[in-house]
């Protein structure tokens, strides 16, 4: 009964290769959430989609590319994968944003290593 | 912009003691929320603690406590009868009340309970 699930939980791929991540939530969640946290732990919105919709899209290179196939859903693509991508990335859900406050819940995150 | 300072990045505390994780926050809004997440070694992201800055009263969940202190945008989180498992990356976040939800992180407080 995982609320948010992230396959794989690590990855290890070469320079330049092209990986994706996937996320679910079955929490009944309306807004999905993709975070990066650094090698100093450091915690960094990404992107975020409401009911499929892209709601927040922060500096990210182009080479990251989120996908919502349905609500539950949310899927990391990145391309021509750097060094400097190497990160623990985690996916994250919450209910309808107007519904009080916002708990967002975690995936257990995905440790990606560029080699 | 919002910004989310965390002036300890490791404490220790004996177990059994009491300790207080510092979080300071800037912003321009009025309506907002604030998050304490605990991330222990397995890295998962837990919330232990929510605070919704319309409201005066402390926020309490066990042995967790906050001190809100709004005029003085302060955001403390007191852990009483520290315990082992407490031991973790302690992360403090800021979300104002708009369509994004959107978490502002700090960068986080290391604490080693000891035996």
């Known amino acids: 009964d995982t609320a948010v699930s992230q396959t794989p939980k690590y990855l290890v791929t070469q320079m330049g290769n092209d990986k994706s991540i996937k996320c679910e939530q079955n929490?009944?969640?309306?807004?999905m959430y993709w975070y990066k946290q650094d090698s100093k732990k450091f915690l960094k919105i990404m992107f975020s989609y409401n009911n499929k919709e892209l709601i927040i899209n922060e500096t990210v290179p182009n080479r990251f590319s989120p996908k919502s196939p349905d609500k539950a859903h949310l899927n990391l693509h990145i391309n021509s994968l750097e060094l400097g991508d190497s990160a623990v990335y985690f996916c994250?859900?919450?209910?309808?944003?107007?519904?009080?406050?916002?708990?967002?819940?975690f995936g257990p995150g995905t440790r990606l290593t560029v080699l | 912009a919002q910004t989310v300072t965390q002036s300890q990045p490791e404490m220790s505390v004996q177990e059994a003691e009491t300790v207080t994780l510092s979080c300071t926050y800037d912003?321009?809004?009025?309506?907002?929320?604030l998050f304490w997440y605990k991330q222990p070694p397995s890295r998962q992201m837990i919330l232990v603690i929510r605070q919704e800055a319309y409201k005066q009263q402390n926020a309490t969940e066990n042995r967790f406590s906050v001190n809100f202190q709004k005029a003085a945008k302060s955001f403390s989180l007191k852990i009483s009868d520290s315990q082992l498992g407490d031991t973790a990356m302690y992360f403090c976040a800021f979300m104002k009340h708009d369509k994004t939800g959107k978490y502002i992180f700090g960068t986080g407080t290391r604490l080693k309970v000891l035996a």
């Open positions: 929490l009944g969640h309306d807004t």
């Open positions: 994250a859900s919450s209910q309808d944003k107007l519904a009080g406050y916002n708990e967002q819940f």
């Open positions: 912003t321009s809004e009025n309506n907002y929320y």
